[in-house]
């Protein structure tokens, strides 16, 4: 079952420009996660915020969560070629599961 | 400190033969998953251990695949006998600890092709 869906599933965007990906869920959660995976590797973690936080930053990352409505987002500013890759948000079952499930993700290209 | 580490990396297998993988997770992480990520989807839980305990194997399909984690340390995946739909990649992950707050470290992967 997919917790987890990311939107847009692809974005092109010229280097130097801000690129948003949207991440909506279902059910409540204590925390929501973004990774990011390059081409032909694993995942990377980038930030977790929890269900009590509203924003939280992480160099030219900027996550927001809106519990009532259910999403996320990832800002990524000032954008650079080396910011390709697919991102993905991860959310845990509901229950206090400890699964972690995985959206499609969005793949981001950002051209020089 | 050293990543997850995966091998091999790619592995070329014919229908109905044995494959197996292995995964070395980041020293002092309890927690180590194997997921399953098909093309332009996000990775799928196949099993969690907590040490040596799996936890959570609840999308494994046992019919054909195992998993063992001996001694709480490494871990190995394998698949008998190996069908076309198992081409995809397979990735290990490990924790400090449950995942509900903690993130994940993955490995590389290891991408499987069944012919």
């Known amino acids: 079952s997919q917790q987890g869906e990311e939107d847009p599933q692809a974005l092109s965007i010229q280097e130097g420009e801000n690129a948003t990906m949207n991440c909506s869920y279902k059910?409540?959660?204590?925390?929501l996660q973004w990774y990011r995976q390059n081409s032909g590797r694993g995942l990377v973690h980038l930030i977790l915020?929890?269900?009590?936080?509203r924003e939280k930053h992480s160099g030219r990352l900027r996550v927001t969560l809106d519990t009532s409505k259910k999403s996320s987002s990832l800002l990524i500013t000032a954008s650079r070629a080396a910011d390709t890759a697919s991102y993905f948000c991860?959310?845990?079952?509901?229950?206090?599961?400890?699964?972690?499930?995985f959206g499609k993700g969005t793949k981001l290209t950002v051209n020089p | 400190e050293a990543g997850v580490v995966q091998s091999p990396r790619y592995k070329i297998i014919e229908k109905k033969q044995p494959v197996a993988f292995w995964c070395n997770p980041i020293s002092g992480h309890n927690t180590l998953y194997w997921y399953l990520q098909n093309l332009g989807q996000g990775p799928e839980l196949l099993i969690r251990?907590?040490?040596?305990?799996?936890?959570?194997d609840s999308q494994l399909p046992k019919d054909r695949f195992s998993a063992e984690r001996l001694k709480g340390v490494d871990s190995t995946l394998k698949i008998q006998p190996a069908e076309l739909g198992d081409s995809a990649v397979y990735l290990c992950a490990s924790s400090r600890g449950p995942s509900g707050g903690t993130e994940q470290y993955f490995g590389p992967g290891t991408r499987l092709t069944v012919t």
């Open positions: 251990y907590e040490n040596e305990e799996a936890v959570d």
């Open positions: 915020i929890r269900s009590n936080e």
């Open positions: 991860a959310t845990p079952l509901p229950g206090g599961s400890e699964k972690l499930v």
């Open positions: 059910t409540s959660i204590n925390n």
